[in-house]
C-alpha cells in the first residue's frame, strides 16, 4: 500500500514511471520505452524498483555526496542567499533530488507544436542549452537532469537502503528560479571574436610605449627574417601606427643596423603608411603584432635559459658524487633560476626523494621548507592532473578525462601563462602539448594497475606511469577500539570459527588469509579457499568482510566498479571466452564455483593460471589478449561439494566443508534469530569497519603461513579425494550431464547406453562393465528401469522413482509418460536440435535428433 501511494503522488502530477530492475538502477528489458500505471508497478512489479521519466518541463538537480555535492549545494545557498532550495527526495547514498519545472518562457513557445515538431525542438534546443552538471561554475557534484533522463524514485532501494521522501508533503515541485536559469541555461549569443590589436589593447602588456622602450623591442629583430624587403616594410607599417613621428625615426635607425640601402628608403615607402582605407593591403600590420612577435622572441630566448638551467640541475641531482653538502646548493639554484613555478616544484619533488636516499643527511629543516614549498605553492591543478600521449588529460585521483576548458579555468586561476597566440588569435600550440611542454603537469606513457604502491606516478624501464590503483580509495585504520568494534570483532571471529566447524586451526588459516589482503596488498597468496556449505551459512558475509577491509564504502557506499577493489565472477564467467575479470582487483570471489563439468580441463587451466601466475593473459570482449601482472588473490563459495575435479586437489584448493545441515542447525548454533544474527553482522562491520581494519591489520601471520606455496591440507580435502576413489569414480560427472541433459538422457528419465557415451565423449575415459553397474547402483536409489525399444533396438530406459510410473495400469500408458518426463525435462542444450518424439503404433519409439 506504501508503494501504491507514494506512485499515485507522481501519477496524479501527470508524471510517467517505469521499471527498473531490483535493488537497481538498470532498466528492466524494454521497460525504457513504456509508461507504466501506478497499479502496474504495485501489482505486478511489486519487488521492482521505479523511476520518473523526465519530461520537457521537469527540471531535477542531482546533489551527490560522493563527490563534494553536499558541499557544493551550501556554496550554492549560501552565494543566491536562497535558504528555501530544499530537498524533494533523499538518495540512499546521502545525496538528494530537487525537483523544478522550468519556467514558460524558457520553452520558446513550443506549448502550440503538435507533439512530433514538440520533441524535435526539445532535443535540439533544452538538451543543447540545458548544462549537463554545474562543475564549470565552482559546483562540483551537482548534476543537472532534463527531458530524456530518468531518476529513481521511492520507494526504491539500491543495495536495500531506500529513496526516501524529504519532507512529509511528499512530491513537491516548484518553478526554478531565475538566478538558477542563469546559471545553468546556456546563452544562444556567441561571444565575440576580439581582434588580436583590441586584445592587446585591453591587456596589461599593451599599454603606450616610450621611445626607448620601442627601441629597446627592436634590439631582437636581427635575424635574417627581418632582412627580406617584404619584412622590412610590415616593420615600418607596424612602427608608424605606434607613432607618425618617432617611428620614422626608429625605423631609419633600425635599418642601418643591417641594410643601408633599405635605410635610405625609408622616407619614400613612409609616406604609403597612411591610416584608414589608404592602406596598402598587402602591409596590414599592427603595432599590436610587434608587441606580439617581440614576446614570441622573449618567450624563446626564456626557453632556451631555461633548458640550460634545467640541464645543469638535471646534472647536478644525477651526478654519482651527489651528497649532503651538495643539497642546499642545489636548492637554492632552483628557487633563484629562471624556470617557472610549476618547473621548481617538479625539481624540488626530485630533490626531496633523493635527499630521503641520502643516510648522512641530517638538517631536517632544510627538508621542512622543501616539503612545504611542494604542499603550498603547487597548484592543485598540477598535483592532480596528469596529460596522457599529449592527447588527453586524466585526473589522477578518478582517472577520468579532463576537458579541456576545465584546465585552462584553473590556468588562469592560478595565474599561469595561457597558450600563446598567433596574430589573427588563434593557439600557437595546443593546450595539450602547451600545458605539457610548459605548466608542469606530468605527461606519462600510459597508465597501469599497481596496487602494491600507492604512489600516483610510477617510473619502470625508463617509462612514467599514472597509477590506475585508487589508494584514496582505501579505509582508514582505527587508532585504538571502542566497545561497538571489540564487541564487532568477536561477533566475526565467532562466524569464521563456525565456518570453520569450530576448527581452531583451520579458522586461523582463514583469519591469516584475510589478514595477509591486508597486510600484503596486491601479493599473491598463490592458493585459494574453497568454502562449502548450504545456502544460509553465511558465505557471502566475506564479501562484506573484504570490502569493509579493502574499499572506503564512506566514499562510495554502494562498493561497486574499480573503487570497491573486490570483484564478484559468477560460474558463467569462468566458461566464457572473455576474462577481464582477473585484473583491476585486490580479490576475486567465485560465486557458486563449479569446475567440474563440459570443457574442464582449458576452464582449470585458466583458474590455476589467474590464482597462481605472477604474468596473466587476459582477454576483454573485442580486443587483444594483453599479458599483464597479477596483483589478484581469489576465495571461491560453493554449495556443491564435487565443484573440483578429482585430478586437481592436490595443490591450489584450500577446502572446508561445513557440516550445518539445515538453517535449524544454524540457530541453534548462533543461538538467535538468524535474520537479526546477519543483520547485526553486516551492520556491525560496516558501522566498525576502521577497527575492523585494525584487527586484520594487527594480527599476526606466521612464518609457516607465510611459507605455504600450496595450500594446506584439510581433512575436507581428504574426504573428496577418498569420495572420488571410493566406488564413486565418475558419479559426479554423470550427475551433471543428467542435469545438462542431452541425447536420450536428462534429470527425469535416460537410457545408459546414451548416457555413457556421453559421458566417455565428455572425459575421455573408458568405462568397464563393473563400472557401469557400480555406476548405476549408485544412482538405483532415485532411479528404476523399464525395457524399452527404440529406432528397433531395445534399451533401458531408468526414471524417476517419484512419479510412480510402475503403477499405471498398461504398458502404452507407462511408455507414454516416460516419453513426456523426456520431453519436459528437455535442457537448452538439448532444444537447440531436437524434433518431437513419435510415438508409434508397433510401440517402438524414435528419437530423431
Same mark, same amino acid.
Given at each position: 500500500?506504501?508503494?501504491?501511494?507514494?506512485?499515485?503522488?507522481?501519477?496524479?502530477?501527470?508524471?510517467?514511471?517505469?521499471?527498473?530492475?531490483?535493488?537497481?538502477?538498470?532498466?528492466?528489458?524494454?521497460?525504457?520505452?513504456?509508461?507504466?500505471?501506478?497499479?502496474? $508497478?504495485?501489482?505486478?512489479?511489486?519487488?521492482?524498483?521505479?523511476?520518473?521519466?523526465?519530461?520537457?518541463?521537469?527540471?531535477?538537480?542531482?546533489?551527490?555526496?560522493?563527490?563534494?555535492?553536499?558541499?557544493?549545494?551550501?556554496?550554492?545557498?549560501?552565494?543566491?542567499?536562497?535558504?528555501?532550495?530544499?530537498?524533494?527526495?533523499?538518495?540512499?547514498?546521502?545525496?538528494?533530488?530537487?525537483?523544478?519545472?522550468?519556467?514558460?518562457?524558457?520553452?520558446?513557445?513550443?506549448?502550440?507544436?503538435?507533439?512530433?515538431?514538440?520533441?524535435?525542438?526539445?532535443?535540439?534546443?533544452?538538451?543543447?542549452?540545458?548544462?549537463?552538471?554545474?562543475?564549470?561554475?565552482?559546483?562540483?557534484?551537482?548534476?543537472?537532469?532534463?527531458?530524456?533522463?530518468?531518476?529513481?524514485?521511492?520507494?526504491?532501494?539500491?543495495?536495500?537502503?531506500?529513496?526516501?521522501?524529504?519532507?512529509?508533503?511528499?512530491?513537491?515541485?516548484?518553478?526554478?528560479?531565475?538566478?538558477?536559469?542563469?546559471?545553468?541555461?546556456?546563452?544562444?549569443?556567441?561571444?565575440?571574436?576580439?581582434?588580436?590589436?583590441?586584445?592587446?589593447?585591453?591587456?596589461?602588456?599593451?599599454?603606450?610605449?616610450?621611445?626607448?622602450?620601442?627601441?629597446?623591442?627592436?634590439?631582437?629583430?636581427?635575424?635574417?627574417?627581418?632582412?627580406?624587403?617584404?619584412?622590412? +616594410?610590415?616593420?615600418?607599417?607596424?612602427?608608424?601606427?605606434?607613432?607618425?613621428?618617432?617611428?620614422?625615426?626608429?625605423?631609419?635607425?633600425?635599418?642601418?643596423?643591417?641594410?643601408?640601402?633599405?635605410?635610405?628608403?625609408?622616407?619614400?615607402?613612409?609616406?604609403?603608411?597612411?591610416?584608414?582605407?589608404?592602406?596598402?593591403?598587402?602591409?596590414?600590420?599592427?603595432?599590436?603584432?610587434?608587441?606580439?612577435?617581440?614576446?614570441?622572441?622573449?618567450?624563446?630566448?626564456?626557453?632556451?635559459? #631555461?633548458?640550460?638551467?634545467?640541464?645543469?640541475?638535471?646534472?647536478?641531482?644525477?651526478?654519482?658524487?651527489?651528497?649532503?653538502?651538495?643539497?642546499? #646548493?642545489?636548492?637554492?639554484?632552483?628557487?633563484?633560476?629562471?624556470?617557472?613555478?610549476?618547473?621548481?616544484?617538479?625539481?624540488?619533488?626530485?630533490?626531496?626523494?633523493?635527499?630521503?636516499?641520502?643516510?648522512?643527511?641530517?638538517?631536517?629543516?632544510?627538508?621542512?621548507?622543501?616539503?612545504?614549498?611542494?604542499?603550498?605553492?603547487?597548484?592543485?591543478?598540477?598535483?592532480?592532473?596528469?596529460? $596522457?600521449?599529449?592527447?588527453?588529460?586524466?585526473? +589522477?585521483?578518478?582517472?577520468?578525462?579532463?576537458?579541456?576548458?576545465?584546465?585552462?579555468?584553473?590556468?588562469?586561476?592560478?595565474?599561469?601563462?595561457?597558450?600563446?597566440?598567433?596574430?589573427?588569435?588563434?593557439?600557437?600550440?595546443?593546450?595539450?602539448?602547451?600545458?605539457?611542454?610548459?605548466?608542469?603537469?606530468?605527461?606519462?606513457?600510459?597508465?597501469?594497475?599497481?596496487?602494491?604502491?600507492?604512489?600516483?606516478?610510477?617510473?619502470?624501464?625508463?617509462?612514467?606511469?599514472?597509477?590506475?590503483?585508487?589508494?584514496?580509495?582505501?579505509?582508514?585504520?582505527?587508532?585504538?577500539?571502542?566497545?561497538?568494534?571489540?564487541?564487532?570483532?568477536?561477533?566475526?571471529?565467532?562466524?569464521?570459527?563456525?565456518?570453520?566447524?569450530?576448527?581452531?586451526?583451520?579458522?586461523?588459516?582463514?583469519?591469516?588469509?584475510?589478514?595477509?589482503?591486508?597486510?600484503?596488498?596486491?601479493?599473491?597468496?598463490?592458493?585459494?579457499?574453497?568454502?562449502?556449505?548450504?545456502?544460509?551459512?553465511?558465505?557471502?558475509?566475506?564479501?562484506?568482510?573484504?570490502?569493509?577491509?579493502?574499499?572506503?564504502?564512506?566514499?562510495?557506499?554502494?562498493?561497486?566498479?574499480?573503487?570497491?577493489?573486490?570483484?564478484?565472477?559468477?560460474?558463467?564467467?569462468?566458461?566464457?571466452?572473455?576474462?577481464?575479470?582477473?585484473?583491476?582487483?585486490?580479490?576475486? +570471489?567465485?560465486?557458486?564455483?563449479?569446475?567440474?563439468?563440459?570443457?574442464?580441463?582449458?576452464?582449470?587451466?585458466?583458474?590455476?593460471?589467474?590464482?597462481?601466475?605472477?604474468?596473466?593473459?587476459?582477454?576483454?570482449?573485442?580486443?587483444?589478449?594483453?599479458?599483464?601482472?597479477?596483483?589478484?588473490?581469489?576465495?571461491?563459495?560453493?554449495?556443491?561439494?564435487?565443484?573440483?575435479?578429482?585430478?586437481?586437489?592436490?595443490?591450489?584448493?584450500?577446502?572446508?566443508?561445513?557440516?550445518?545441515?539445515?538453517?535449524?542447525?544454524?540457530?541453534?548454533?548462533?543461538?538467535?534469530?538468524?535474520?537479526?544474527?546477519?543483520?547485526?553482522?553486516?551492520?556491525?562491520?560496516?558501522?566498525?569497519?576502521?577497527?575492523?581494519?585494525?584487527?586484520?591489520?594487527?594480527?599476526?601471520?606466521?612464518?609457516?603461513?607465510?611459507?605455504?606455496?600450496?595450500?594446506?591440507?584439510?581433512?575436507?580435502?581428504?574426504?573428496?579425494?577418498?569420495?572420488?576413489?571410493?566406488?564413486?569414480?565418475?558419479?559426479?560427472?554423470?550427475?551433471?550431464?543428467?542435469?545438462?541433459?542431452?541425447?536420450?538422457?536428462?534429470?527425469?528419465?535416460?537410457?545408459?547406453?546414451?548416457?555413457?557415451?556421453?559421458?566417455?565423449?565428455?572425459?575421455?575415459?573408458?568405462?568397464?562393465?563393473?563400472?557401469?553397474?557400480?555406476?548405476?547402483?549408485?544412482?538405483?536409489?532415485?532411479?528404476?528401469?523399464?525395457?524399452?525399444?527404440?529406432?528397433?533396438?531395445?534399451?533401458?530406459?531408468?526414471?524417476?522413482?517419484?512419479?510412480?510410473?510402475?503403477?499405471?495400469?498398461?504398458?502404452?500408458?507407462?511408455?507414454?509418460?516416460?516419453?513426456?518426463?523426456?520431453?519436459?525435462?528437455?535442457?537448452?542444450?538439448?532444444?537447440?536440435?531436437?524434433?518431437?518424439?513419435?510415438?508409434?503404433?508397433?510401440?517402438?519409439?524414435?528419437?530423431?535428433?
Amino acid at each position: 500500500m506504501y508503494k501504491h501511494k507514494t506512485l499515485l503522488q507522481y501519477e496524479n502530477k501527470n508524471k510517467k514511471l517505469s521499471l527498473k530492475q531490483i535493488n537497481s538502477k538498470s532498466f528492466q528489458k524494454d521497460a525504457k520505452s513504456k509508461d507504466f500505471t501506478a497499479k502496474q $508497478l504495485t501489482t505486478e512489479f511489486e519487488q521492482y524498483n521505479t523511476c520518473w521519466l523526465l519530461d520537457f518541463n521537469d527540471l531535477v538537480l542531482d546533489i551527490d555526496k560522493r563527490n563534494g555535492g553536499l558541499e557544493s549545494y551550501q556554496i550554492l545557498k549560501l552565494n543566491y542567499n536562497c535558504n528555501t532550495l530544499s530537498p524533494s527526495v533523499k538518495t540512499p547514498s546521502g545525496g538528494f533530488h530537487i525537483y523544478f519545472t522550468i519556467p514558460p518562457k524558457y520553452l520558446n513557445n513550443i506549448m502550440d507544436m503538435d507533439e512530433e515538431s514538440k520533441k524535435e525542438k526539445l532535443k535540439k534546443d533544452i538538451k543543447r542549452k540545458l548544462k549537463k552538471n554545474l562543475d564549470l561554475e565552482g559546483y562540483e557534484g551537482i548534476e543537472v537532469k532534463s527531458y530524456g533522463d530518468d531518476v529513481m524514485i521511492p520507494p526504491s532501494t539500491i543495495d536495500n537502503h531506500p529513496y526516501t521522501f524529504a519532507n512529509e508533503q511528499g512530491f513537491t515541485q516548484h518553478e526554478a528560479p531565475e538566478w538558477l536559469m542563469d546559471l545553468i541555461w546556456k546563452d544562444d549569443k556567441k561571444p565575440e571574436m576580439i581582434s588580436l590589436k583590441k586584445a592587446y589593447n585591453d591587456s596589461v602588456e599593451y599599454q603606450e610605449k616610450t621611445k626607448e622602450e620601442v627601441r629597446t623591442m627592436l634590439t631582437k629583430f636581427t635575424g635574417n627574417k627581418w632582412k627580406t624587403f617584404k619584412n622590412w +616594410v610590415e616593420m615600418g607599417q607596424m612602427l608608424y601606427e605606434w607613432d607618425k613621428e618617432e617611428g620614422k625615426e626608429l625605423w631609419e635607425e633600425w635599418s642601418r643596423t643591417f641594410e643601408d640601402k633599405y635605410a635610405d628608403g625609408c622616407c619614400e615607402h613612409w609616406s604609403t603608411f597612411s591610416s584608414g582605407d589608404e592602406k596598402p593591403k598587402e602591409y596590414k600590420k599592427t603595432f599590436a603584432s610587434l608587441v606580439w612577435e617581440y614576446k614570441r622572441i622573449i618567450d624563446k630566448e626564456h626557453k632556451e635559459l #631555461v633548458g640550460k638551467e634545467q640541464t645543469y640541475l638535471m646534472s647536478k641531482m644525477n651526478d654519482e658524487n651527489f651528497n649532503a653538502e651538495d643539497i642546499e #646548493v642545489v636548492y637554492n639554484s632552483i628557487i633563484t633560476s629562471p624556470i617557472n613555478l610549476i618547473t621548481q616544484i617538479k625539481f624540488i619533488s626530485k630533490l626531496v626523494q633523493k635527499v630521503r636516499s641520502i643516510d648522512s643527511f641530517s638538517d631536517h629543516e632544510l627538508l621542512e621548507r622543501m616539503v612545504l614549498k611542494l604542499d603550498t605553492d603547487a597548484p592543485f591543478w598540477v598535483k592532480e592532473n596528469v596529460l $596522457l600521449n599529449d592527447a588527453k588529460f586524466l585526473n +589522477v585521483n578518478t582517472l577520468t578525462k579532463r576537458a579541456k576548458y576545465n584546465m585552462e579555468r584553473d590556468m588562469d586561476k592560478w595565474g599561469q601563462e595561457t597558450v600563446p597566440l598567433k596574430p589573427n588569435g588563434k593557439r600557437a600550440v595546443s593546450l595539450e602539448k602547451h600545458i605539457g611542454d610548459h605548466d608542469g603537469v606530468e605527461e606519462i606513457d600510459d597508465t597501469v594497475w599497481y596496487p602494491i604502491s600507492k604512489s600516483r606516478l610510477l617510473f619502470f624501464d625508463g617509462y612514467l606511469y599514472c597509477n590506475e590503483f585508487k589508494s584514496n580509495r582505501l579505509p582508514e585504520v582505527a587508532e585504538g577500539y571502542t566497545e561497538g568494534g571489540l564487541k564487532t570483532i568477536d561477533r566475526i571471529e565467532f562466524h569464521i570459527k563456525m565456518i570453520c566447524n569450530d576448527n581452531e586451526e583451520y579458522a586461523k588459516i582463514l583469519t591469516q588469509w584475510f589478514a595477509f589482503q591486508v597486510q600484503h596488498r596486491g601479493k599473491l597468496v598463490r592458493w585459494c579457499p574453497v568454502i562449502q556449505g548450504i545456502r544460509g551459512i553465511g558465505k557471502s558475509y566475506f564479501v562484506t568482510l573484504l570490502q569493509s577491509l579493502l574499499c572506503d564504502t564512506s566514499k562510495n557506499p554502494r562498493s561497486k566498479g574499480n573503487a570497491s577493489n573486490i570483484g564478484l565472477v559468477k560460474s558463467d564467467e569462468l566458461l566464457s571466452d572473455f576474462s577481464g575479470y582477473s585484473t583491476g582487483k585486490l580479490v576475486n +570471489v567465485f560465486e557458486e564455483f563449479d569446475i567440474n563439468g563440459y570443457d574442464k580441463k582449458s576452464t582449470i587451466e585458466e583458474v590455476k593460471a589467474v590464482i597462481t601466475d605472477d604474468l596473466i593473459k587476459y582477454t576483454r570482449k573485442n580486443k587483444d589478449a594483453i599479458e599483464t601482472p597479477n596483483y589478484t588473490n581469489y576465495i571461491a563459495f560453493t554449495n556443491q561439494k564435487t565443484c573440483i575435479p578429482e585430478y586437481e586437489l592436490e595443490r591450489r584448493w584450500w577446502i572446508i566443508f561445513n557440516k550445518l545441515e539445515t538453517k535449524e542447525d544454524i540457530e541453534t548454533k548462533v543461538a538467535m534469530d538468524l535474520s537479526k544474527y546477519y543483520s547485526e553482522l553486516h551492520d556491525w562491520t560496516k558501522e566498525y569497519n576502521s577497527e575492523v581494519l585494525k584487527y586484520f591489520t594487527d594480527y599476526e601471520i606466521t612464518d609457516e603461513f607465510m611459507s605455504y606455496n600450496i595450500a594446506p591440507s584439510t581433512i575436507y580435502k581428504e574426504e573428496l579425494q577418498t569420495m572420488y576413489k571410493e566406488n564413486t569414480q565418475g558419479i559426479c560427472d554423470i550427475e551433471f550431464l543428467l542435469k545438462e541433459g542431452g541425447y536420450m538422457f536428462n534429470e527425469n528419465v535416460f537410457c545408459s547406453t546414451s548416457l555413457f557415451e556421453a559421458y566417455e565423449e565428455m572425459t575421455k575415459d573408458r568405462l568397464n562393465n563393473r563400472q557401469k553397474g557400480k555406476l548405476i547402483k549408485q544412482l538405483s536409489e532415485l532411479y528404476t528401469s523399464r525395457r524399452m525399444r527404440f529406432n528397433g533396438k531395445s534399451r533401458n530406459m531408468y526414471f524417476l522413482k517419484k512419479y510412480n510410473i510402475d503403477d499405471l495400469p498398461t504398458s502404452e500408458e507407462k511408455n507414454k509418460k516416460i516419453i513426456e518426463l523426456y520431453k519436459d525435462g528437455k535442457s537448452e542444450m538439448e532444444q537447440r536440435r531436437m524434433s518431437i518424439i513419435d510415438y508409434q503404433e508397433n510401440k517402438q519409439f524414435n528419437f530423431n535428433i
